[in-house]
């Protein structure tokens, strides 16, 4: 992937900010790399402005990325190329050639904030701090973000068989069987 789309794709997965108005118009007066926090400004409502801690992984890559287009090149964290005094508008071409390259069918970046969402859910932190991360205002619209991911459903039935086996297998001795049957002359 491209670099740009390696530091969305890590900032949304690892922040859950919305792609535009948040990830692409942040700006480095933002990024808070000693406290580990980035402060959203410019949400599309109140819930959305807020402070997002950021992980480790996070923070190395921001710090990595602002080597390159840190706050002496431009004030945005992904500056327009054209012009470093604007914001970039999108990456909609470069997002679509990335996946194609790697063939992966396609899907909307912003399925990256349904991400962030459902391993919050996964790591079972509660809906209203992943509401509060994500800045809503409800948990309610959680529904339509934290979705069950295959390996969590998988490690559930996993767990319901290793519970079923330890319950059915015998304490002491050989196991008696539950019923006997006649013969019948």
Same mark, same amino acid.
């Given at each position: ?10 900032l ?7 792609q535009?108005?948040?990830? @692409?118009? @942040?700006?480095?007066? *933002? ?25 480790? /992984? ?11 287009y840190?706050?002496?090149? #431009?004030?945005?964290? /992904? ?32 399925? @990256? ?13 509660? *809906? ?8 809503? #205002?409800?948990? #309610?619209?959680?529904?339509t973000y ?8 998988? *490690? ?5 068989e ?5 319950q #059915? ?9 539950? /019923? ?5 002359n």
């Amino acid at each position: 992937a491209s670099p740009i789309i390696r530091m969305v794709v890590v900032l949304v997965t690892e922040t859950g900010l919305r792609q535009h108005r948040e990830a @692409l118009s @942040l700006e480095w007066e *933002d990024v808070d790399l000693f406290n580990d926090v980035i402060y959203v400004k410019n949400s599309k409502t109140p819930a959305g402005r807020r402070f997002v801690p950021i992980s480790d /992984f996070c923070k190395v890559e921001l710090e990595r990325w602002a080597r390159y287009y840190g706050p002496t090149v #431009s004030a945005y964290v /992904f500056p327009n190329p054209r012009d470093l005094s604007r914001p970039l508008g999108g990456f909609e071409k470069t997002w679509r050639s990335t996946l194609k390259a790697a063939e992966i069918p396609y899907f909307p970046p912003y399925n @990256l904030r349904h991400t962030f969402a459902t391993r919050l859910n996964a790591a079972g932190v509660t *809906d209203l701090t992943i509401t509060q991360l994500m800045g809503h #205002s409800t948990p #309610s619209i959680l529904q339509t973000y934290a979705k069950a991911i295959d390996e969590v459903r998988r *490690d559930a039935v996993r767990r319901l068989e290793e519970f079923r086996q330890s319950q #059915s297998e015998p304490k002491v001795g050989p196991r008696e069987p539950a /019923f006997e049957t006649q013969r019948v002359n």
